[in-house]
């Protein structure tokens, strides 16, 4: 069983807590290859753009509600560290709560939404028929969806990272046999992926709850309700948790923004280049996997210090799990360095993709290298709740990106651009960096909460 985030905390501890944590993470593209994969051997080019369409617009809408795992994880970690039980319980009936009431009103919409998204995509007739048929069966699927992202963050700020683990390899499983199901043996085509999606969803959705059951009732040594409406309903609390998650829904666009300026700055020089920046970009999201696992465990060792009020115990999270991080974040950029051209010759067969891949890949490395600090301090914002912070520093930071990416590119193409994106994720750190110092001067001081 993984440790609490209030056991005594080792390097072992966090490497623990965190490779479950890389798996999961890991798992999460399964879902767009398992559903391309049966889509390329069962349906059609059509169905294919369809379901890239598709897929695009579920990406968007949620990791714009992102704030839903979070949020919850902070709320949660924070609970846990001050031993108050009762409020673990009541942050996730509040997010449950807000998870379903996001994915109703996203039910309720999908027809304007869904009309607005086609006619800003340069789709075929055809092409545009599929996505809608996609959209308007996965989207039944999006109340659960959203409840997962609660539940991923109530383990995640226990510490419960095998658990969470459990249930993204089970969504993965029962995905890929329903996709072949409906979508293969059904005929479905890409109406029938977003139908077996929606199902793996719904029933995924069940098993993660009953095991946040299981993990709760083990927990809860109080004598009060297992989940107390008061609590749920506390105005205050209602109020930090509206402002912490709009915060991140704002931190959160700026980092999709910048993302799609990188992408859309490529594009600018060909499809050469575009191509071979979207190549490096997979082994920038793979290298993610790995960091992201340390700055979870950041979350949630940082946010039960800080419900406990307990500078030694805050440093010490901040210092260990930063360490295994920058370690891991090393051995990546020396991994791309050493190792990239045979990924990215695994990636693409195209010459000249290729050769424009190899030119930029040593910009991957350093992007790597240094976007660590970003992603732990993201992790320590998250556990303490200082999502003011993060979301002022996401925006100085997309502004920074912005005024160094045009005279850069303009004078080194898009070895500029490449420049520029690491200027963007040292700006990230740095932005945080001075809030950091506050945040845990106030923690001596007594100071807790967002």
């Given at each position: 069983m993984t440790k609490s985030p209030t056991a005594p905390l080792t390097r072992l501890a966090v490497a623990r807590q965190a490779w479950p944590i890389i798996l999961a993470n890991a798992a999460?593209?399964?879902?767009?290859?398992?559903d391309t994969a049966v889509i390329g051997h069962?349906?059609?080019?059509?169905?294919?753009?369809?379901?890239?369409?598709?897929a695009l617009l579920f990406n968007f809408v949620y990791w714009s509600f992102g704030f839903l795992r979070m949020g919850?994880?902070?709320?949660?970690?924070?609970?846990?560290g001050a031993g108050d039980e009762p409020e673990v319980r009541a942050a996730l009936g509040r997010a449950v709560l807000m998870a379903v009431v996001l994915g109703v009103i996203l039910i309720t919409v999908q027809w304007p939404v869904a009309a607005l998204y086609l006619a800003?995509?340069?789709?075929?007739?055809?092409?545009?028929?599929?996505?809608?048929?996609y959209f308007q069966t996965r989207i039944w699927g999006a109340p659960a969806a959203l409840t997962l992202f609660a539940c991923s963050g109530l383990l995640i700020g226990l510490g419960r990272s095998r658990e969470l683990l459990v249930v993204q390899l089970l969504l993965n499983g029962l995905n890929a046999g329903l996709d072949i199901w409906f979508a293969g043996y059904l005929g479905m085509g890409v109406r029938?992926?977003?139908?077996?999606?929606?199902?793996?969803?719904?029933?995924?959705?069940?098993?993660?709850?009953?095991?946040?059951?299981?993990?709760?009732?083990?927990?809860?040594?109080?004598?009060?309700?297992?989940?107390?409406?008061?609590?749920?309903?506390?105005?205050?609390?209602?109020?930090?948790?509206?402002?912490?998650?709009?915060?991140?829904?704002?931190?959160?666009?700026?980092?999709?923004?910048?993302?799609?300026?990188?992408?859309?700055?490529?594009?600018?020089?060909?499809?050469?280049?575009?191509?071979?920046n979207h190549i490096l970009l997979q082994l920038v999201s793979f290298s993610a996997f790995f960091l992201d696992g340390f700055a979870f465990v950041a979350e949630a060792r940082v946010g039960a210090a800080w419900g406990a009020r307990s500078r030694e115990r805050f440093r010490r999270a901040v210092r260990l799990t930063g360490e295994l991080a920058v370690g891991t974040a090393l051995v990546l950029s020396l991994?791309?360095?050493?190792?990239?051209?045979?990924?990215?010759?695994?990636?693409?067969?195209?010459?000249l993709v290729r050769e424009a891949a190899f030119a930029y890949l040593p910009w991957t490395a350093v992007y790597v290298l240094v976007s660590v600090a970003a992603f732990q301090l993201d992790g320590v914002f998250i556990g303490a709740t200082r999502t003011k912070e993060m979301r002022n520093a996401g925006v100085t930071s997309l502004a920074a990106f912005l005024l160094v990416a045009w005279p850069l590119t303009?004078?080194?193409?898009?070895?500029g651009l490449w420049v520029a994106f690491i200027v963007y994720v040292i700006a990230r750190a740095a932005a945080l960096w001075p809030y950091y110092r506050r945040m845990e001067a106030g923690l001596v001081s007594g100071a807790s909460g967002a």
């Open positions: 999460v593209p399964m879902l767009g290859l398992v069962y349906g059609s080019a059509t169905d294919l753009g369809g379901l890239a369409l598709g919850t994880t902070g709320f949660v970690a924070q609970a846990s800003l995509m340069d789709g075929s007739e055809a092409v545009e028929a599929a996505t809608a048929g029938g992926i977003g139908v077996g999606t929606a199902i793996a969803e719904w029933s995924t959705c069940g098993v993660a709850l009953a095991i946040v059951w299981r993990v709760l009732r083990e927990r809860q040594g109080d004598s009060g309700p297992f989940l107390s409406w008061q609590r749920i309903a506390d105005g205050k609390r209602i109020r930090q948790s509206l402002a912490a998650n709009t915060d991140i829904l704002i931190r959160t666009v700026c980092l999709l923004l910048a993302f799609a300026w990188f992408a859309n700055a490529g594009a600018r020089f060909g499809d050469v280049t575009l191509a071979a991994a791309i360095l050493l190792l990239g051209q045979s990924a990215v010759s695994a990636l693409t067969s195209l010459p303009k004078a080194w193409g898009n070895h």
